[in-house]
C-alpha cells in the first residue's frame, strides 16, 4: 500500500507558505478609490426610503399615502402591503418612497398614515411550553418509533436531559442591504447590488418582478457588484426590497433609484441566522448504549423554514 507523504516543502521551494501574499483589492480598499454599492449614484438618482411596521404580527387596517404622493420632490410610492395584509415580522416594508434627496423621502415616510390591529406573537422563543399551549409550533411532522417511554423506565438506563439553543444571530455587515436601479429601457434593467451572487442576480430580479407583473426578461438584467461591504451568508438575493427599487424606479420613469437599508431596519430584518433550539432526553445502558431519544426542536424562521437541525443528529 502505497503511503502519504505529507512534508512541508522545503522552505527555498514554497511559493506561498510563509510569505506575505498582497490582496489585488488592497490598494483599492485602503486608499478608498473603492466604489461600493452605496457610492453608486448615476445621474438622476433618486432615494428611497421604508415605511415600517412597527409590530411582530399585525393587519394593516388603513393607510393613506396621499399626503406623501403630494410632497414636492417624491417621484414614486409604493405600496407594499394594502388594506388587509398581515404583517410577519416588525420592520416589513409597508409603503416604499422614492424621492429627490434623502430628507424629502423620509419626510414623505412620515406623511404616510397607517393603522394597524395588533395580533399575538411569540416574544421569548426559548420558551417552548409557552409556544405549545399557543398551538404556534407544532407542524404535524412529529414522528415515534419503538417505545421510548419503556426505556426511559427501565431501572437499568441512566437518563440524561437538557436544553440547548442559541438566538438569532445578525450579521452586521458594515455596508448595509440595498442596491440601485434603473431601467435604461421598458424591458433592460442595469443593478448595482451589494451581494456575493452576482451571477445570480438577473435570473432572481427576472423572478421577482414577474411575480410582480412586470415584464422583463432575464438577459436584460445586468448586476454588477465591484466590491461588497461584508455579507457572511446574507446577501444572496436582491431580497424583496430590490424588487421594489426596481419597481420603484419604473414608476419613476426609469430613473435610478437606490435603495439602501437604513441601520435599525437592517438589524430588523435585513438578514439572520434563525434562532434554534431543542430539549433532549436520552436514555442509555450502563456501557454507553443508547435505547432512546426524545426531543423538541424549534427556531425562528419567521414566515420561511426556520433551518434548525434535525435531531436525533
Given at each position: 500500500m502505497a503511503?502519504?507523504?505529507?512534508?512541508?516543502?522545503?522552505?527555498?521551494?514554497?511559493?506561498?507558505?510563509?510569505?506575505s501574499i498582497e490582496r489585488l483589492d488592497g490598494p483599492e480598499k485602503s486608499s478608498g478609490r473603492a466604489k461600493y454599492t452605496y457610492d453608486t449614484n448615476p445621474p438622476g438618482r433618486l432615494i428611497a426610503k421604508i415605511c415600517s411596521c412597527p409590530y411582530a404580527h399585525a393587519k394593516?387596517?388603513?393607510?393613506?399615502?396621499?399626503?406623501?404622493?403630494?410632497?414636492?420632490?417624491v417621484k414614486a410610492v409604493l405600496v407594499v402591503h394594502?388594506?388587509?395584509?398581515?404583517?410577519?415580522?416588525?420592520?416589513?416594508?409597508?409603503?416604499?418612497?422614492?424621492?429627490?434627496?434623502?430628507?424629502?423621502?423620509?419626510?414623505?415616510?412620515?406623511?404616510?398614515?397607517?393603522?394597524?390591529?395588533?395580533?399575538?406573537?411569540?416574544?421569548?422563543?426559548e420558551d417552548l411550553k409557552k409556544a405549545e399551549a399557543?398551538?404556534?409550533?407544532?407542524?404535524?411532522?412529529?414522528?415515534?418509533?419503538g417505545e421510548p417511554s419503556k426505556a426511559f423506565a427501565d431501572p437499568d438506563s441512566v437518563v440524561s436531559e437538557g436544553f440547548y439553543g442559541l438566538p438569532v444571530i445578525?450579521?452586521?455587515?458594515?455596508?448595509?442591504?440595498?442596491?440601485?436601479?434603473?431601467w435604461t429601457d421598458p424591458k433592460t434593467l442595469?443593478?448595482?447590488?451589494?451581494?456575493?451572487?452576482?451571477s445570480g442576480g438577473p435570473g432572481q430580479f427576472g423572478q421577482g418582478l414577474r411575480?410582480?407583473?412586470?415584464e422583463v426578461e432575464d438577459n436584460n438584467i445586468e448586476t454588477t457588484c465591484q466590491y461588497i461591504g461584508g455579507g457572511f451568508g446574507s446577501k444572496f438575493s436582491p431580497d424583496r426590497w430590490g424588487i421594489e427599487a426596481a419597481q420603484l424606479s419604473r414608476m419613476a420613469r426609469g430613473a435610478p433609484v437606490r435603495l439602501m437599508l437604513d441601520r435599525d431596519i437592517e438589524l430588523e430584518m435585513a438578514g439572520a441566522r434563525p434562532s434554534a433550539y431543542a430539549k433532549v432526553r436520552v436514555a442509555a445502558k450502563k456501557d454507553g448504549t443508547l435505547t432512546a431519544w426524545d426531543s423538541d426542536s424549534w427556531g425562528t424562521g419567521g414566515p420561511g423554514p426556520a433551518g434548525h437541525p434535525p435531531l436525533p443528529y
Open positions: 503511503t502519504c507523504k505529507y512534508d512541508w516543502p522545503a522552505a527555498d521551494h514554497r511559493e506561498l507558505i510563509g510569505k394593516v387596517t388603513s393607510l393613506d399615502t396621499s399626503a406623501a404622493q403630494k410632497l414636492p420632490g394594502p388594506v388587509g395584509d398581515e404583517i410577519q415580522w416588525a420592520g416589513d416594508e409597508v409603503v416604499v418612497v422614492a424621492a429627490t434627496t434623502e430628507e424629502i423621502a423620509e419626510d414623505a415616510v412620515r406623511l404616510v398614515k397607517v393603522e394597524y390591529e395588533q395580533l399575538p406573537h411569540l416574544v421569548r422563543e399557543a398551538g404556534r409550533t407544532k407542524d404535524g411532522g412529529e414522528s415515534t418509533t445578525t450579521h452586521c455587515c458594515l455596508e448595509s442591504h440595498g442596491s440601485v436601479t434603473m442595469k443593478t448595482w447590488v451589494s451581494t456575493q451572487n452576482v411575480l410582480k407583473k412586470v
